[in-house]
């Protein structure tokens, strides 16, 4: 894909601020990729054949997520895969906002949408993730630019619901 070029300041954080997304339940983890987000494109396979990936006996068997930009998944489905990549490390039980301000969201794509909370909250989740105002936007750190193709995702289906 090609576009246009963008300068972007990216400010590395402090550890302390590092920790609040790398955290769960009071112990530390990794964020990123999971192996769920990675089952496209023999991409599994290709690291199994390679003895990157170790431990998957069938990579059929493994839950694939949604692509979020493939539009022949719902918009639902689409916009819950987004969050679960991009939110749900903080916004699920023992993610840092669920136990530091006693956030109710569960972004994990595998919620039940009734426990989610996003129709609730749907007002709150739009105002931040379309802000730029440092220590109220989302995500809270690691970007100073808005996520357009996504936002313009989620405002259609949180107006949807």
């Given at each position: 894909?090609?576009?246009?070029?963008?300068?972007?300041?990216?400010?590395?954080p402090d550890y302390a601020t590092c920790i609040m997304c790398h955290t769960n339940?009071?112990?530390?983890?990794?964020?990123?990729?999971?192996?769920?987000?990675?089952?496209k494109n023999n991409?599994?396979?290709?690291?199994?054949d390679k003895g990157?990936?170790?431990g998957i006996d069938d990579v059929n068997a493994v839950i694939k997520l949604p692509n979020w930009e493939d539009t022949s998944y719902t918009e639902e489905q689409r916009s819950r895969a987004y969050l679960d990549v991009n939110c749900a490390h903080c916004h699920q039980p023992g993610g840092y906002y669920s136990v530091n301000f006693n956030d109710s969201f569960e972004f994990s794509y595998e919620t039940?949408?009734?426990?989610?909370?996003?129709y609730e909250k749907r007002d709150p989740i739009m105002t931040?993730?379309?802000s730029n105002i440092e220590n109220y936007k989302?995500?809270?750190v690691g970007t100073t630019l808005n996520h357009t193709e996504a936002i313009d995702l989620l405002n259609?289906?949180?107006n949807s619901l």
């Open positions: 894909m090609q576009g246009n070029t963008k300068t972007v300041d990216y400010k590395i339940r009071g112990v530390r983890v990794p964020i990123g990729p999971k192996i769920r987000n990675m089952h991409q599994l396979q290709n690291f199994i990157i990936l170790t039940r949408f009734s426990d989610t909370h996003i931040r993730i379309e989302m995500p809270f259609s289906y949180l």
